[in-house]
């Protein structure tokens, strides 16, 4: 079992920045494919982001592409989500996830991920 807890969340402006946290604990986190997902309200659970377990790929959604950066500590056994010109439209729950493994097919899926978190709420508001 991994145990995933988000922070980080909040209200912020348009064009501001937030980044978010994912600790997580239980089974060796690092050998684990990490994931971010946001559910807007209304909306179906949306791939954000994802990174290989050493790190060393990462993968975006179009519509963040280039304003939001993932990276991970396997020390700390956190992941962050680096947001920046933040949009109306960013405003979601943000959800943390992991996967035991991934493929180049399936890593936007929410049914590829083994693990969720509760989420964080970001609003994006003036």
């Known amino acids: 079992q991994v145990q995933l807890v988000e922070s980080g969340g909040g209200l912020v402006q348009p064009g501001g920045s937030l980044r978010l946290s994912c600790a997580a604990s239980?089974?060796?986190?690092?050998?684990?494919?990490m994931g971010w997902f946001r559910q807007a309200p209304g909306k179906e659970r949306e791939f954000v982001s994802v990174?290989?377990?050493?790190?060393?790929?990462?993968y975006y959604a179009n519509s963040v592409q280039g304003r939001f950066a993932i990276s991970r500590d396997n020390a700390k056994n956190t992941v962050y989500l680096q947001m920046v010109n933040l949009k109306l439209e960013d405003t979601a729950v943000y959800y943390c996830?992991?996967?035991?493994?991934?493929?180049?097919?399936?890593?936007?899926?929410?049914?590829?991920?083994?693990?969720w978190g509760q989420g964080t709420l970001v609003t994006v508001s003036s």
């Open positions: 996830s992991a996967a035991n493994s991934l493929s180049i097919v399936e890593y936007t899926r929410p049914s590829a991920y083994n693990y």
């Open positions: 239980g089974r060796t986190s690092s050998n684990y494919y």
């Open positions: 990174i290989s377990p050493a790190g060393g790929r990462t």
